[in-house]
């Protein structure tokens, strides 16, 4: 039976899915544009730095100590130290979304500041920047780090990346088995197109007759 029919019209709705999402993204930006213009003209306030999408894409990939979810909304993650009173365990939000080493936390009589998404040691006093550390020169921190082993915002990724495919992929397995020999339906059937442009156009083309070993780990 021919089904290429139905996997060129799979393939031409997720082509449609994503073309939609370009054009909603493309709209946001021109109306943002549209605003910072506006105001420009009227001088209400002053026009916008122009944005740079490079800081901003670094900003949000970056590893850190809480969860910017949006605005002023963070998800505190906890923050587990290895110090010489032994292990230290307290949430981020004590920190109070400080990146610059003037908030302190305490436990087991140790001092911690958070400089650049790391944890130091604190210093007893403040220095002339309000900062509880030492900085050279280039504004590095002389102080001390504990051993950190934080559940940051990058293993908290991994782990939700991992439930997520393993929900996925377990879903559309069952489908497949409950559905032998039958058309695919729901999540499997957006699935498919994927499924079979990976078999079909990377891995027999690369591996030959040994793809089916492989596939599970394409």
């Not at 993204?25 to 001088?43: I, K, M, Y």
Request: with cysteine.
């Amino acid at each position: 039976m021919d089904c290429s029919h139905v996997f060129k019209f799979k393939v031409n709705r997720l082509i449609v899915v994503f073309a939609l999402f370009l054009a909603f993204f493309s709209t946001s930006r021109a109306f943002a544009q549209a605003d910072s213009a506006h105001v420009a003209e009227h001088g209400h306030e002053e026009a916008p730095k122009k944005f740079d999408i490079g800081k901003f894409a670094l900003h949000h990939i970056a590893d850190s100590h809480s969860w910017h979810v949006i605005g002023e909304t963070y998800i505190s993650l906890p923050v587990i130290l290895y110090t010489p009173n032994g292990f230290v365990t307290f949430s981020s939000g004590e920190f109070h979304h400080d990146d610059d080493a003037k908030v302190v936390v305490e436990r087991k009589g140790l001092k911690f500041v958070k400089l650049h998404e790391k944890i130091y040691y604190a210093s007893e006093v403040a220095n002339d920047h309000g900062q509880f550390v030492a900085l050279d020169e280039k504004h590095h921190s002389l102080n001390k780090r504990p051993f950190d082993i934080s559940f940051t915002k990058n293993a908290c990724t991994l782990f939700l990346s991992v439930i997520v495919i393993l929900a996925v992929f377990l879903n559309v397995a069952n489908g497949y088995k409950k559905r032998v020999g039958k058309s695919p339906k729901g999540l499997q059937s957006w699935m498919e197109p994927i499924i079979l442009f990976v078999r079909d156009d990377i891995a027999k083309p690369n591996l030959g007759h040994k793809y089916e070993r492989f596939m599970p780990y394409l």
